[in-house]
């Protein structure tokens, strides 16, 4: 196992840094449960750089966030952020920083000129200098020519610019981002950190900004690895990649698909991560050694390839290289027998149309998927993936076109086929006041399922989704990985034909992520066929085959290797799906500038 602790950078006096913790821990009582969030932390926040707080899901971040914002008080330990104390004087620091939640509070029936007027009176801003201040923020923002557009009516990707532009009207020191970048698609993604770096660079501003996307962490100056309310290190990224130099390896195989090698690898003693990359298998060993002589009683044909370790390396090796209590280690395996849509088309797409008034969100797409595949509906923000995903699961009515899911057709038989279908929303949409006990129940129940039957399922779940020590526990308090499993649950309780997975994923850590992803190729490979949305490209790595939607269209549709080679420029095949992903909409001439 990597050691898990990198020396933290430390050559910045107390009077010069930005923020910092000593010997902070914070507990809070849930359920009657003393839950320790923070412990002894201690850290020193540089100014005027980029810091990443990295960790995985309960590490403890955002209570750290909000400790620093002066939102709750700690237990013990001393708080100093831009050389106030944050414990003595709250409203001073408040008034000082600026501070983004993960659910910044935008107003959806005010305009973007409206919300910034709110957010500047609640702020002070002076009347004499909004304007200027307005102006830049803007043309920042890429939101200059959306002043009177509602709030609401506004992308993802773009009501996250607004929240930062919201919290920036009056420029603070210090810049506090909790995930801020969750849920938008890689080309908003990509404008918020060009806004972060401008901040950093033209303003002076010091940010600390939490992710649950690694390749983020990359992108900042310094990391704070977190884990259990503990610092585990403090250093440049690059610190922690060269601890796991020598362990990182591309795996192809000649013989098995993807999906196959990648389990087979998973499961070999001298393999600590798998994970799927393209037409390779990305490999972090256990240590490092000759890894061909390791696995060639596997495959002898097996092509293996050393490649640079990233900081997601180290960071999966260090916290899945211990025991993780939260890992679930059973396979999903469904009761009901043989898939009787084997060799069809599970889902057809005929010229699907759909308009909401004089809009035209979705433009005549059409699709097939096959049985026992995981097909991908990938776009930015506004794109219309959403709205096509909804008129399939049969939550959206059809404005025109023909679409069938399960031998059913949605404009005839949207009950039927809705009860051929599994869904698992982007939001956590069970019932949050009722135990997961209660849950179970009642999902079963309107799935149809009675007596013997619905008692065996609920017990199926409980044991297979690791949930009996939450059985009375309201959903709404779980962590969000137990959130995500109880979700996929419900989903599969009738063992449907078909699983609607809408960015299943959004803002849970790698470790959960894969252990996710691990189970819906189990599922695929018992014959369910699955349509899945993502924001996160390498996800996309993940499908059989996929689409790409703009402005409402089908821009491309293949498999990943297909949709590389056509759009990964200079490096083709060997592109990231995130730089054929933007390459594609770049070079749309349709698409919006502010998607």
């Known amino acids: ?163 930062l532009v919201c919290t920036l009207v009056r420029p603070p020191r210090l810049l506090l981002l909790d995930e801020p970048t969750v849920g938008v698609d890689p080309v908003s993604r990509r404008e918020l950190w060009e806004i972060v770096y401008h901040l950093v660079e033209a303003e002076g501003m010091s940010v600390l900004l939490s992710t649950a996307y690694l390749d983020e962490a990359e992108r900042c100056a310094e990391v ?145 998927v096959h049985s026992g595949e995981i097909f991908g509906l990938l776009g930015a923000n506004g794109a219309g993936k959403t709205t096509t995903f909804r008129m399939l699961c049969g939550l959206l009515p059809i404005s025109g076109g023909h679409c069938t899911v399960a031998g059913l057709n949605l404009r005839t038989a949207a009950a039927a086929a809705r009860a051929r279908i599994g869904y698992m929303a982007q939001k956590f949409s069970l019932y949050g006041n ?6 179970l129940k009642f999902f079963s129940s309107a799935y149809g399922l009675q007596g013997a039957r619905r008692t065996a399922q609920i017990d199926w779940a409980l044991a297979t989704f690791d949930l009996e020590q939450f059985l009375s526990s309201e959903s709404q308090a779980l962590p969000l990985g137990f959130k995500q499993r109880l979700a996929l649950a419900v989903a599969l309780m009738h063992e449907p034909e078909v699983l609607f997975l809408d960015e299943p994923t959004s803002g849970v850590d790698p470790l959960a992520r894969r252990e996710f992803w691990t189970q819906i190729n189990s599922l695929a490979d018992q014959g369910v066929t699955v349509l899945v949305t993502t924001h996160f490209m390498e996800e996309a790595e993940y499908c059989d085959r996929l689409v790409i939607m703009a402005e409402g269209q089908v821009l491309a549709e293949g498999t990943p290797e297909d949709v590389k080679a056509r759009y990964g420029g200079a490096k083709g095949p060997e592109a990231t799906m995130e730089e054929a992903f933007i390459s594609l909409l770049e070079t749309n001439p349709q698409r919006s500038a502010a998607a």
């Open 224 to 368: 704070v690895l977190m884990h259990h309310g503990q610092i585990l290190g403090h250093d440049q990224p690059e610190a922690f990649s060269r601890q796991v130099a020598g362990r990182t390896w591309l795996v192809r195989s000649p013989l098995l698909p993807k999906r196959t090698l990648q389990r087979e690898l998973s499961q070999h003693p001298a393999v600590l991560d798998a994970l799927i990359l393209g037409t390779a298998i990305r490999v972090v060993a256990q240590g490092q050694g000759d890894l061909q002589r390791e696995l060639a009683p596997l495959d002898p044909t097996l092509e293996i390839t050393a490649v640079a370790p990233r900081f997601e390396d180290y960071f999966v090796a260090t916290l899945k290289g211990g025991a993780r209590a939260t890992a679930l280690n059973n396979t999903i395996t469904l009761q009901r027998a043989g898939n009787r849509f084997a060799g069809q088309d599970v889902i057809t797409a005929d010229n699907l149309v759909r308009r909401f008034g004089d809009f035209l969100a979705v433009d005549r797409v059409s699709f097939r």
């Open 1 to 163: 196992m990597t050691g898990p602790f990198v020396s933290p950078v430390s050559d910045s006096s107390p009077q010069s840094a930005a923020l910092t913790l000593e010997q902070v821990s914070k507990t809070f009582l849930v359920d009657k449960k003393r839950i320790t969030a923070l412990t002894g932390v201690s850290c020193t926040i540089r100014p005027q750089r980029v810091t990443g707080l990295i960790g995985p899901d309960g590490a403890g971040k955002t209570t750290l966030m909000r400790l620093c914002a002066g939102l709750l008080t700690p237990d013990q330990g001393r708080l100093t952020a831009l050389a106030i104390d944050v414990v003595r004087e709250p409203l001073k620091v408040q008034a000082s920083i600026g501070y983004m939640p993960q659910r910044f509070g935008l107003y959806e029936d005010l305009s973007v000129q409206e919300n910034m007027d709110l957010y500047a009176d609640l702020q002070g801003v002076a009347a004499a200098l909004r304007p200027e201040r307005y102006a830049q923020l803007l043309a920042m923002s890429g939101l200059e020519g959306f002043r009177r557009r509602l709030a609401g009516r506004l992308s993802g990707g773009m009501k996250q610019k607004l929240g």
């Open 434 to 439: 009722l135990t997961v006990l209660q849950n």
